[in-house]
Every structure is written in structure tokens, then in C-alpha cells.
């Protein structure tokens, strides 16, 4: 142990003292690895603060751990009872309060606000739940009206748990990102230093010691960033919680996460650069010295008769140095990208953070009657609700017996693979498919009536993604006319244009049974080989373009079709109330209250609280969007700094080249001249890739978000993004890439002038004093 | 000769570089063979290939075609790791034009070896301090290669060479630098040291004079090595 302790130190003395000596070379990393740990940081923090929000919340707001609602009578009464003990040891839970509600018809109901005795209340959870509520719940003839609420307080570890998985996987990207990251950085250095990596294996260096040469440097550098870095997040995150009004903390757990994360970057970074350094013939690296360093063999000298000084200089030297170039571009580019994508993602963010919120759900206790139009009209018409989101009776069909064929001409090519069958191979059987069409999974049928068309014209004109192509009122007038939406998790897949014919095969009988548990494409194929269909020829008479989409299009069809087509008559079995999230709090309470004044009247409608504007609240707080903005911004200043002093070493290295130029009679602005050219078209090489990249870098961002995440289930597709490059984001590739080509060419180089003028005034001094 | 170890032995080793659509030949199909303990020269005009031949015997390159020995090893077919640590503990190098690390001083470039390879039981300061002294390098130890003269350079490599006590030394025109004074005194210190712990040493030279003090010269002529006879 103690042996260890010492090897440590020496290490750590060593490596310290190279990078004291040399610290130009280390400025990059000391700037990388800063940046790392600070997001490692920022996201440990954040964690940590909204732990403790959490925590706070429900400490707060909540004194009681579980509300029991809607009760009679009676069941409050044994609710009640069920409370006393002869001993307080026996006891399981105390009524803090009870609420009353009288309805239009003198009906009274209870609220019982419980709070569960003993220091662990999620121990007497089971048993309160066991021994009274449920026993009260399975004799109420009304079982599903009754409200059962659990506070946060009981939540509250199941919620700290629940944030972890987000957290950890952020976590893991930005692992990736920095070791992709402080990779590129060390290749740059490798490439500075491949003649010190060639003498140390001339004189016995193997893979291991070159990795632990290299990550002994990069420890010692992560442990002097270490705790400024812990410093710098701790004041963003106190300033944000400051401003923001939320909580903060922080936990020592972090710091040996921090760490140890930081240690596998490290390791992860420099693995692969040395694997490549370690193989090489130390010759190799050697005469890389000899080459002026940095420069790809020429193969063939540039014939350099007969040209113009700084203009062809340029050309030529951009190919002597196309290698470091490259690798200085694509790290360049790789971290604007990186920002553009951070700001992008933090633009979805915000999308999502203001997008349409449900946090009332009202459902009917009869289903047979399911809810009054008239009522949802009035719900409706509360200000404060944006629409209503209706649900219907017609959610129960059976799910995997129907399908829809659409008009292959109006498939998309890039529609989404796993739903669009045309025709099934590797199957014994031909399929039955109608000629020129293809099949999709079954649609998720809705009916069109006022209130839904209010309410999809409400979110048509909330929606700037959304367009509804068609009159929505033709399938009204019109039998056989249809709604549909086109696209499958909020990507388009179907060019339909109203007046399109397409077809709903109706499940008849089944030739063989089919394996319900198969995958969804396997589910079509079974289906389209064992079952026997009736087609229903429909007209599309709206098509409705952008709207949030999950697995199945959406079909409308009109009261009377469903009764005909579907044979079943559309009862709406809940309404989803749709607000603006940002509300304020006095609005939400009027909301309630009218809310509450309409249900007094429909005693037998339940409502249900979703508590989105408290979530809301806290996210608030965590001030998700500017931390994103805050890493955007460190990313972008901090590469032109690691491409600053890049350049400063190969310039360093280049000055022998311009001393010679100098001496053989260039003159000075020819030279610098040639730099600027150099400059220029560096950044413009610069500013075409960091586009593509950016492009390319947010259309992965975007896919992922907007289609392949939710496809797996993973996120919800409740918001339809957008894709793009906003103004703001090319003006910082624009900034970037005159940052990196242009100024980083040009101060190294007026760097080399100034020095060798002072040189020059030193030995024109001495000329005088002799 | 019969009781004594080969050291080094070289099998028709050919190294060739592509130029473009040019193929240099600059070692053909040499062959060598060094006893422990002996001093082999090697001489040769400009560009008849020395370096490239030396470097390939020090395993700091690969051959097209044959192979290397060293102490009955193949280096040519080691894995670079091995190859490595092989070098570190048995051969030790002073290049032509020095290579010493432009950012480290004398001292920490002598160092090297010593840091890059933990020989066992081996103790370096007394070593280190006599081959200071012997190279008059006390009061330069703490210089920059560029603050250095081209043969204080060429002493530091020296060092370099010589700190780990290898068992073959590898010498790439080491006295190239050197006044007639300093390079006997190099070739003198070189041979102490040789003697002490028995030493191989193989070195290229232009200078006949100290190819005379030679065991045995080879002579390298356009790629191929002859033995010269006296
Ligand atoms: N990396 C290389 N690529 C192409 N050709 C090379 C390379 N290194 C050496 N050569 C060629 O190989 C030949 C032998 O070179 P080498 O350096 O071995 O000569 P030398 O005998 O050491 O000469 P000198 O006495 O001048 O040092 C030369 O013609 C040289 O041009
Ligand atoms: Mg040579």
C-alpha cells in the first residue's frame, strides 16, 4: 500500500514537473479536461439540487402521504374507523383531514387526507393498502371512482430514483463525447511530438509505458482542474438557483464519481493514439523530426520553377501540412458541431417545456353513456383550456386484427420500415395484398364529430408543424370520407392528397391463429397470410400533416361510419384537458375553480389531477435551459483556444522555415501575406465542413428525439420538432471558423515576426556599441 | 572464436524505400556477424546505406527480407512491444544527427532510458556521475540541446546511449562532430567503458583512424556490406 502511495507521488512529481516546464503544450488539455469535469460537474449538481427540490416540495406542500377521494359516506366512515388502535404502536395511519363535496343533487362525497404512521412510511404503505383501502375499494360497486392519490412524499424516493436513469445517461454521452474529444487532442499532440514518442521507444519504451507516460500527465493535469473546475459548476449552479429560486446541494458521493469517470476518460483517450504510436517503427517517428516535423511526404517535389511567391507558397505548404490540417479542422469542426447540437437540443427542450400540457383527465363512471358532448363543450369553452383532447370508446378494438392498405404511390421511400409491408417474402404463401397498394398496422380510429374538429382545428392553429389539408367537414356530409393523419412516431411517411382512395381490410375469419406476441412488422406479415379480410374502400377527405404521431395513423371517420364500418357507436370515455403550461398561478385556481363548478353539476364524472404545473415548477428551477446554453458557450470558447495554441507550436516549428525565407530575401509582408491566404482558406474549409457537420450532427439529434427514441418507447412523441439550423447557430460557424483558420494563423505568425524583429534590433545594438 | 557468443548476426538483410515510382535499394542482402565483446567498424562513402543498415541491426526499423539476431533473438519477428523492451534492455543507440529531445535538458535527455526501461538491480548514480565526468559534461547538464555546441550534442547522446550498461552499443558516426582531440577522447571513453563490462560495439565511421582501432571493418558499398581484409 504504502509502496503504491509512493510509485504515485513519483509519478505525479514527474509528470508535474513536464507539465510545469512545458505548460504551452498542456493548455489544451488543461482547458479539455477543465471543461469535462465542469460538465461532470454541472450534471452531478443539477442532480443533486433537483434531489433536493424534490425534497422540498413534498416537505413543503404536503403534510399527508395518501388522499383517498370521492368516498360515500360510508366508506369515509370505515376509513375512518380503520385508523383507531388500542395501542399507538398498533397504529398504521391518521386522517389528517377530511373534505367534503356536495353536489347539483345534494350528493355528498369525502376526501380523506392520511398521513402513515412510523418512520418509514413506505412500510405501512403495503399494509395500509392491504388491510383498508383495498378491501373498501373491492366492495365499492363504483371501484374505479374512487381517487386514490399518493403525495409526494410518499413518491418521493420512487421520484429521486426515477430522475437517476436520465442523468446517468446524459452522464454517459458526455463520457463518449470527451473521450472522442480528448482523443482528437491528443492525436494533435501526438502529431507535435512523434520524434519524443520515437526516442523513447528507441530507448525501450513499450505500449504501457507510453499509455502510462501519457495518462500520468493527464492525471496530474485533471487533479489541478479538479476542484476549480468543482468551484466554477458549484457558482453556475448557486447563481442559477439564486435567479431560479431552487434548491442547492450538494453530495460527496459526486467527487469519486467525478473522478473515476474522469480517470476511464483519460485511460479510454489515450489508449488508442498510443496503441498506434507503439506499433509504429521508431524511424518512423524519427525522421518525422528530420521533415520539418509535420509534413506527409511529398512523393514528388512541387515544381516550384517559374512561381509566384506567397500565392503558390500557400497552395504548396497547405499540402506539405494536409495531415495536421486535417486533424486540426476536423477537431474544429467536431466542437462547433458539438455546440450547434447543444443549443439545438436545448431549442427542443424548450419546445417540449412549452408545448400543451394535460392536468386535468375527467372520466365518465357509467361507460355505457361515457360523457356528455354538451359537457365537454363547456369544459371547452373555460378560459384557460386550450382544447380538449377527446378519447372514445373505439380505443378497444381489437388491436392487431385490421389493417389499413395504403396507395403505393403514396408511400414515402424513407417511410418508417418497420410498419410498411408491400409484400411478403421468405414465406411460403403469397400474401394477400390488393394490386398497387401496401400494407400498414392498424390505425388508431377516432370519430369526427364537432366537438373533434373543434378540437383538431384548436390544435391546428396552436401547432406550426401542424396543417390540415381538406375540408374536415366533408366526412360529416359525406359516408365513406375520411380524416387521416400522415405519419408514423411524428415522421411523414404518406404523400396523401385528399380525394386518395384507400383501403381498411376488415378481419372476417382466420385461416390459422397468429402469434400475438410477435414483433409488429411480424404481427402484418402473420396477419396478411392468416387471416381472411373484407375490404372497405374510404376516401380520404382531409389529410392532416405534422401532427404528433406514435405508432398508428390516425383515422377518422364520422358517428355514422363508425356505426356502419366499425359497429360500434363512439362514446367518449375520457377528456384530457389541454392547457397552456404557462399559466399563472392564480389562472390555474380559476381554471380548477370553473373546472370544479361544472363537475358539481356532473357528480358522476371524476377528475382527475395530473400536478404538470408543479413538475413544471421544478424543472423550472433546475434551469435545464440555461445550463444547456452555458455548455454550448464553454465549447465555444474553448476551442479556438485549443486551436490557438496548436497553431503555436506548429508555428513554433515552422520558424526555422520562415527564418530561412527571411534569409534567402522574402520579405516580410510577402510572408504574411501568404499567411493570410493560408488563413482564409483554412476558414472557408472550415466554415463548409462545420455546416455539414452541424447539419448532419442535428439531423441525428433530431431523429433520435423525434422518431427512433419513441419507437422503441423510450420517449413520448407528444411534441413534433423541428429540424434546422437557426440564424444564431450560423453565425456562431461563421465566428468559429474565422476563430480557427484565420486568427489562428495569423497571431502565431505577427507572434515569430515580432520576436525575430527584436532579435534583429538586439544585433543592431551590439553593431552600435562596437 | 568457437567458445565465444555470437552477439549480433544479420541474414542477407534488405531494405529498400519506394519513391514515387523509384525503389531505392538502400541495404542489399547484407550480412553480418558480431562476437560478444568485439568492436566492429563499419565504413563507407555518403548514402551507401550505414545508417539505414545500423538502424535495422538496432531494431529501430524492418527489413523487407531477412533476419536479425541478437543474442540468437529474431528481433525482425518480435512484436513491436517486445522489440521494445528489448531494445531498452539490451542495445543501446547514438544517432548520426544526435535526436536528442529539443524540450528536455542534458541531464533529462541522458535520463531517458533509464525512465523508459527499470532495469533490475541496477543502480544509476554511479554510473550517471562517471559518465559525466568522463564526457566533461558537469556544467552543461542543465542545458537545452539548442544551448548546446553540435559536439557537447553529440556527447549528451553518448550518454544517453550508455546509461542503461547495454550490452550492444550501436554508434552512428559518433565522433562526426568532433575535433581529432575530443574524438579520440570519445573513442577512448567508448572503449573503457566496452571493456569494463564487455561491451559490443558496433560503429559506423568516415574516420579511418578510428576504424583502424577497430576488431574488424565491414565496408558498406551502395547497400552491400563487405568484410575488409588487413
Ligand atoms: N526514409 C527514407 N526514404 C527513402 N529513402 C531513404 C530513406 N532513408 C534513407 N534513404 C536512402 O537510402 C540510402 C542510404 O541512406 P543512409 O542514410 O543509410 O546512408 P549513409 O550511408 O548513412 O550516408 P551518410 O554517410 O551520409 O550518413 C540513401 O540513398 C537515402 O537516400
Ligand atoms: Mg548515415
Do not use: W
Given at each position: 500500500m504504502e509502496e503504491l502511495w509512493i510509485k504515485i507521488k513519483r509519478n505525479l512529481a514527474r509528470s508535474y514537473k513536464s507539465i510545469r516546464f512545458n505548460w504551452k503544450q498542456y493548455v489544451s488539455f488543461f482547458a479539455a479536461i477543465f471543461l469535462m469535469q465542469s460538465f461532470f460537474w454541472l450534471l452531478m449538481l443539477t442532480l443533486d439540487a433537483q434531489t433536493a427540490q424534490l425534497r422540498k416540495n413534498a416537505e413543503e406542500n404536503y403534510d399527508y402521504h395518501i388522499s383517498v377521494g370521492n368516498l360515500t359516506q360510508d366508506e369515509a366512515i370505515r376509513l375512518q374507523n380503520g385508523s383507531f388502535a388500542v395501542f399507538l404502536s398498533d397504529k398504521t395511519y391518521e386522517?389528517?383531514?377530511?373534505?367534503?363535496?356536495q353536489d347539483a343533487y345534494g350528493h355528498i362525497t369525502y376526501t380523506l387526507y392520511i398521513?402513515?404512521?412510523?418512520?418509514?412510511?413506505?412500510q405501512n404503505l403495503r399494509l395500509f393498502e392491504r388491510k383498508y383501502l383495498n378491501p373498501i375499494v373491492n366492495a365499492s360497486a363504483r371501484a374505479s371512482a374512487i381517487i386514490v392519490d399518493y403525495s409526494p412524499l410518499i413518491t418521493l424516493t420512487e421520484d429521486i430514483a426515477a430522475l437517476r436513469p436520465t442523468y446517468y445517461s446524459i452522464l454517459a454521452v458526455f463520457t463518449l463525447v470527451s473521450v472522442l474529444v480528448l482523443m482528437l487532442l491528443y492525436n494533435i499532440r501526438i502529431n507535435h511530438f512523434k520524434f519524443m514518442y520515437g526516442i523513447y521507444m528507441a530507448f525501450g519504451a513499450d505500449y504501457?509505458?507510453?499509455?502510462?507516460?501519457?495518462a500520468w500527465e493527464l492525471i496530474t493535469v485533471s487533479l489541478m482542474t479538479l476542484a476549480p473546475a468543482l468551484v466554477f459548476a458549484a457558482l453556475i449552479r448557486l447563481a442559477l438557483s439564486l435567479t431560479l429560486g431552487g434548491s442547492f446541494s450538494v453530495s460527496l458521493v459526486s467527487i469519486p464519481i467525478v473522478f473515476l469517470l474522469n480517470l476511464a476518460v483519460i485511460f479510454a483517450a489515450v489508449a488508442l493514439p498510443m496503441r498506434w504510436v507503439s506499433a509504429r517503427r521508431p524511424v518512423a517517428l524519427l525522421s518525422a523530426e528530420d521533415n520539418a516535423n509535420l509534413v506527409s511526404s511529398p512523393r514528388r517535389s512541387f515544381d516550384l520553377f517559374g512561381k509566384r511567391f506567397p500565392r503558390h507558397y500557400v497552395q504548396t505548404s497547405i499540402w506539405r501540412y494536409r495531415t495536421y490540417y486535417l486533424r486540426l479542422l476536423l477537431s474544429s469542426v467536431i466542437f462547433a458541431a458539438l455546440s450547434i447540437s447543444v443549443l439545438y437540443i436545448g431549442s427542443m427542450y424548450t419546445d417540449n417545456r412549452d408545448a400543451p400540457t394535460v392536468p386535468y383527465t375527467i372520466t365518465a363512471q357509467d361507460n355505457e353513456e361515457g360523457i356528455d358532448p354538451l359537457f365537454a363543450d363547456a369544459i371547452a369553452d373555460i378560459e384557460g383550456v386550450e382544447r380538449i383532447e377527446y378519447t372514445y370508446n373505439l380505443e378497444g378494438l381489437p388491436a392487431y386484427s385490421d389493417h389499413l392498405l395504403m396507395p403505393s404511390n403514396r408511400v414515402k421511400t424513407n417511410a418508417f420500415p418497420y410498419?410498411?409491408?408491400?409484400?411478403?417474402?421468405?414465406?411460403?404463401?403469397?400474401?394477400?395484398?390488393?394490386?398497387?397498394?401496401?400494407?400498414?398496422?392498424?390505425?388508431a380510429y377516432f370519430p369526427i364529430n364537432e366537438n373533434?374538429?373543434?378540437?383538431?382545428e384548436q390544435q391546428d392553429a396552436a401547432d406550426e408543424n401542424m396543417t390540415i389539408e381538406g375540408d374536415l367537414r366533408s366526412v360529416l356530409t359525406t359516408p365513406g370520407t375520411v380524416v387521416v393523419s400522415d405519419s408514423i412516431y411524428n415522421s411523414t411517411c404518406f404523400t396523401l392528397k385528399p380525394g386518395d382512395k384507400i383501403q381498411l381490410a376488415q378481419y372476417v375469419k382466420y385461416a390459422r391463429a397468429i402469434d400475438q406476441t410477435s414483433s409488429e412488422k411480424n404481427l402484418l406479415r402473420q396477419q396478411l397470410l392468416r387471416y381472411v379480410?373484407?375490404?372497405?374502400?374510404?376516401?380520404?377527405?382531409?389529410?392532416?400533416?405534422g401532427m404528433p404521431t406514435d405508432r398508428n395513423i390516425m383515422l377518422g371517420l364520422s358517428d355514422a361510419d363508425c356505426v356502419s364500418i366499425l359497429g360500434i357507436s363512439p362514446v367518449i370515455t375520457e377528456l384530457s384537458v389541454v392547457t397552456d403550461p404557462a399559466l399563472s398561478e392564480a389562472e390555474q385556481e380559476a381554471l380548477r375553480a370553473n373546472i370544479d363548478d361544472f363537475m358539481y353539476v356532473y357528480s358522476d364524472y371524476v377528475l382527475r389531477e395530473a400536478g404538470v404545473y408543479e413538475d413544471a415548477e421544478i424543472t423550472h428551477r433546475m434551469g435545464i435551459e440555461q445550463l444547456l446554453t452555458i455548455v454550448a458557450a464553454m465549447i465555444l470558447i474553448f476551442f479556438p483556444l485549443v486551436c490557438f495554441f496548436s497553431q503555436l507550436l506548429f508555428y513554433f516549428k515552422r520558424n526555422k522555415e520562415f527564418a530561412i525565407l527571411l534569409a534567402l530575401g522574402a520579405v516580410d509582408a510577402e510572408i504574411c501575406r501568404a499567411h493570410r491566404i493560408e488563413g482564409i482558406m483554412l476558414s472557408l474549409l472550415n466554415f463548409i465542413l462545420t455546416l455539414g457537420m452541424s447539419f448532419s450532427l442535428n439531423w441525428i439529434v433530431f431523429s433520435a428525439v423525434n422518431t427512433w427514441l419513441p419507437s422503441y418507447g423510450i420517449l413520448e412523441t407528444t411534441v413534433r420538432y423541428q429540424y434546422g439550423i437557426s440564424p444564431l447557430m450560423l453565425v456562431i460557424c461563421l465566428v468559429i471558423s474565422l476563430l480557427c483558420g484565420f486568427l489562428s494563423c495569423e497571431i502565431p505568425y505577427h507572434q515569430f515576426i515580432s520576436r525575430q524583429k527584436k532579435l534583429a534590433a538586439a544585433a543592431d545594438a551590439l553593431d552600435d556599441a562596437h | 572464436m568457437e567458445n565465444n557468443r555470437i552477439i549480433l548476426e544479420a541474414q542477407s538483410v534488405i531494405k529498400q524505400y519506394t519513391q514515387y515510382d523509384a525503389v531505392v535499394t538502400a541495404v542489399n542482402r547484407a550480412c553480418i556477424k558480431v562476437v560478444?565483446?568485439?568492436?566492429?567498424?563499419?565504413?563507407?562513402?555518403?548514402?551507401?546505406?550505414?545508417?539505414?543498415?545500423?538502424?535495422?541491426?538496432?531494431?529501430?526499423?524492418?527489413p523487407n527480407a531477412g533476419s536479425i539476431y541478437i543474442r540468437g533473438n529474431n528481433i525482425t519477428a518480435m512484436p513491436a512491444?517486445?522489440?521494445?523492451?528489448?531494445?531498452?534492455?539490451?542495445?543501446?543507440?547514438?544517432?548520426?544527427n544526435h535526436n536528442l529531445i529539443p524540450q528536455f535538458t542534458a541531464l533529462e535527455n541522458i535520463l531517458i532510458p533509464t525512465t523508459m526501461c527499470n532495469k533490475p538491480d541496477f543502480s544509476y548514480e554511479e554510473h550517471l556521475k562517471r559518465l559525466i565526468k568522463t564526457l566533461g559534461l558537469e556544467d552543461r547538464l542543465h542545458h537545452l540541446p539548442s544551448e548546446l555546441s553540435g559536439g557537447q550534442q553529440q556527447r549528451v547522446a553518448i550518454a544517453r546511449a550508455l546509461i542503461n550498461m547495454p550490452q550492444v552499443v550501436f554508434a552512428d558516426e559518433p565522433t562526426g562532430n568532433l575535433d581529432r582531440a575530443n574524438a579520440d577522447e570519445v573513442l577512448e571513453l567508448l572503449l573503457e567503458i566496452k571493456a569494463q563490462i564487455g561491451q559490443t560495439l558496433v560503429m559506423v565511421t568516415h574516420d579511418m583512424k578510428i576504424a583502424e582501432r577497430a576488431d574488424r571493418i565491414y565496408r558498406m558499398d551502395n547497400g552491400e556490406l563487405f568484410p575488409v581484409i588487413r
Open positions: 386522517i389528517l383531514r377530511v373534505n367534503e363535496r398521513e402513515l404512521m412510523g418512520d418509514e412510511p413506505e504501457k509505458k507510453l499509455l502510462y507516460t501519457a410498419y410498411v409491408v408491400s409484400r411478403v417474402q421468405g414465406l411460403r404463401a403469397e400474401p394477400v395484398v390488393l394490386e398497387g397498394f401496401r400494407a400498414i398496422n392498424h390505425a373533434t374538429i373543434a378540437s383538431l379480410f373484407d375490404y372497405v374502400e374510404l376516401t380520404v377527405g382531409a389529410v392532416i400533416h | 560478444e565483446g568485439e568492436f566492429v567498424a563499419i565504413i563507407g562513402s555518403s548514402g551507401s546505406g550505414k545508417s539505414t543498415f545500423l538502424h535495422l541491426c538496432a531494431g529501430m526499423d524492418r512491444d517486445v522489440l521494445s523492451r528489448f531494445r531498452g534492455n539490451y542495445m543501446g543507440m547514438i544517432f548520426q
